[in-house]
Nanobody
Framework: QVQLVESGGGLVQAGESLRLSCAASGNIFSTNVMGWYRQAPGKQRELVATITRGTTTNYAEAVKGRFTISRDNAKNTVYLQMNSLKPEDTAVYYC???????????????WGKGTLVTISS
């Protein structure tokens, strides 16, 4: 099995920064795409940012220029640096990873349990 554990959420004021981390552990042979999604109250889950193993990145328009995604392949960890936070960034942030097990030939999708980010105005 594979587990994704997020950390770094919390309550900050508008304009401040937070850094989220997500570590994948378990029977991991390789990770492919990793990323972050978020779900605000009453809304559907949406893409925030993704990063391939080769570090090609993709961002939602709403966070471009403010958020930076990065990863450490040796640690199977993905990060999200969030700057200039806005109240509309308030959401539960979920980590995502496409993982190949040591005992399986294909990649499977995994999600973390989420970490709450609250931005006060």
């Amino acid at each position: 099995q594979v587990q994704l554990v997020e950390s770094g959420g919390g309550l900050v004021q508008a304009g401040e920064s937070l850094r989220l981390s997500c570590a994948a552990s378990g029977n991991i042979f390789s990770t492919n795409v990793m990323g972050w999604y978020r779900q605000a109250p009453g809304k559907q889950r949406e893409l925030v940012a993704t990063i391939t193993r080769g570090t090609t990145t993709n961002y939602a328009e709403a966070v471009k220029g403010r958020f930076t995604i990065s990863r450490d392949n040796a640690k199977n960890t993905v990060y999200l640096q969030m700057n200039s936070l806005k109240p509309e960034d308030t959401a539960v942030y979920y980590c995502y990873a496409s993982v190949r097990h040591t005992t399986a030939p294909r990649f499977m999708d995994y999600w973390g349990k989420g970490t709450l980010v609250t931005i006060s105005s």
